[in-house]
């Protein structure tokens, strides 16, 4: 979420600190529905754990823990996001 954070800060759009209130700041979006620059999230909504940033071609762009290297990822992989946001 501080990696998401950070990234729309750069672009002049604020978003809270946490997964959790980041997850209510647009549109529910199915995962069929996801366009690059949307939120992708994992956890139902109401009790997310983690986000990322979509970036278009199956793939994400995340911070997977504290401490960790910035990865992308495949939307695909073993343990996909459950939905998305759309930030206005």
Same mark, same amino acid.
């Given at each position: 979420?501080?990696?998401?954070?950070?990234?729309?800060?750069?672009?002049?759009? =604020?978003?809270?600190? $946490?997964?959790?209130?980041?997850? %209510?700041? /647009?549109?529910?979006?199915?995962?069929?529905?996801?366009?690059? +620059?949307?939120?992708?999230?994992?956890? =139902?909504?109401?009790? $997310?754990?983690?986000?990322?940033? %979509?970036? /278009?071609?199956?793939?994400?762009?995340?911070?997977?823990?504290? +401490?960790?290297?910035?990865?992308?990822?495949?939307?695909?992989?073993?343990?996909?996001?459950?939905?998305?946001?759309?930030?206005?």
């Amino acid at each position: 979420s501080g990696f998401v954070r950070y990234v729309f800060g750069r672009l002049g759009i =604020g978003l809270p600190r $946490t997964t959790y209130q980041q997850e %209510y700041q /647009g549109p529910f979006l199915e995962l069929s529905q996801l366009q690059a +620059g949307d939120l992708s999230f994992w956890g =139902g909504r109401g009790s $997310t754990h983690h986000v990322g940033i %979509y970036m /278009g071609g199956n793939q994400y762009i995340h911070a997977p823990e504290t +401490g960790d290297v910035v990865k992308i990822s495949s939307v695909s992989s073993y343990n996909p996001p459950s939905f998305g946001v759309r930030v206005r």
